[in-house]
């Protein structure tokens, strides 16, 4: 059984370089595809080191992945590897997180897909639903498909069956010729698009198949712990805004503004950040540690984060000396 790794990058290559061997030593059958950012300039070491290696690939084309386009970088390498490897499921990666546990092999073919069920409706906490509910490619879908809703996920570990996703890649682009030829303008707000575009189709394809089988995604994300803390915090604002019907005399955008500044101010000093001794805790009795992390609470929907197992770990920082990275890489 094969897993090709898709993984954008935009930054740091000896950090990539560090990642690709990390892969290598827990998912040693993966194909690893790595997608270069067209802002991305200086990579010639990793380029060089890729071209050396056996089953890591560079994809030739080279797309904008900063934030809010990365949906392409994965298409894009799920069309090019494709198109030269055999391979069973195709898995979504991210250049900061890494793997502390084997067997994701294995495990996942337990399994047609994994990802979050996180249905987005209107209010939800998670400030890119509200984005992905007006994004005329998504709406385009969900009528051509007949989806209940938009579904959500995190991207890093999620995971789908090579033939399932050749089947959601065809339909984001047929979604995208239509909204073409009928001349709708322009949709141009970012939002992290890779977290809805993929699971909405798959859930509602998987749907179908009465014996198909959903995971969850195999990378423990320090976000959603963030994410629980901050949603705490903001409880009485976003209460205040949304279950009182400010929306009619406080435009949408200066509430969404204020949040992202409030968001931005709480990350400087993250409390809920990947340490060592999360990962301590993970490797030493995953149950424990899952049981308090699995559950994440939208306001308006409660979803599970994980499965009962997890093999790798984000964000681990971009820094090849930091004392995360090198901890990791002990193991």
């Known amino acids: 059984m094969t897993i090709a790794i898709s993984i954008p990058v935009h ?23 790595i997608h270069i950012s067209a802002e991305f300039t200086d990579y010639s070491v990793l380029a060089d080191y890729i071209y050396a290696e056996d089953r890591v690939y560079l994809n030739p084309e080279r797309l904008s ?6 949906v392409d970088a994965h298409i894009s390498n799920y069309k090019y590897i494709k198109s030269i490897e055999a391979f069973d499921y195709f898995m979504l990666h ?18 047609d897909a994994g990802f ?22 998504l709406k385009e879908t969900i009528e051509m498909i007949s989806a209940e809703s938009v579904v959500a996920t995190q991207v890093e570990g999620s995971y789908y069956k090579n033939e399932l996703f050749g089947v959601i890649v065809a339909i984001i682009e047929k979604a995208r010729e239509q909204v073409a030829q009928r001349h709708i303008p322009k949709w141009s707000k970012d939002y992290t698009r890779e977290e809805v575009y993929f699971s909405t189709i798959a859930y509602k394809l998987l749907q179908k198949n009465e014996n198909a089988r959903i995971g969850y995604p195999t990378t423990y994300s320090e976000v959603h712990d963030f994410d629980r803390m901050l949603w705490r915090r903001q409880y009485i604002t976003w209460g205040i805004y949304h279950r009182l019907g ?30 060592v001794g999360k990962v301590e805790k993970i490797l030493s009795n995953p149950a424990s540690f899952l049981r308090k992390h699995s559950y994440l609470n ?16 984000k964000r681990v920082p971009r820094r090849i000396n930091d ?5 990791i890489n002990s193991l």
């Open 65 to 70: 992945s900063r934030w809010g386009r990365i």
């Open 246 to 275: 400010l929306e009619q005399f406080i435009n949408r955008a200066y509430y969404e503004q204020y949040e992202k500044n409030y968001t931005r101010r709480l990350e400087n000093d993250n409390p809920a950040a990947l340490t």
């Open 298 to 313: 939208d306001s308006v929907t409660k979803y599970r984060l994980y499965g009962d197992k997890v093999f790798s770990v």
């Open 116 to 137: 979050h069920i996180h249905k987005i409706y209107k209010p939800s906490r998670w400030w890119p639903g509200a984005y992905a509910l007006e994004d005329p490619v």
């Open 94 to 111: 991210a250049s900061n997180d890494m793997y502390i546990l084997p067997g994701v092999e294995n495990y996942i073919t337990e399994y």
């Open 323 to 327: 004392p995360l990275r090198r901890f």
């Open 11 to 33: 930054e740091k290559q000896y950090v990539v370089i560090d990642q690709i061997k990390n892969i290598r030593k827990y998912v040693p059958n993966s194909v690893i595809i």
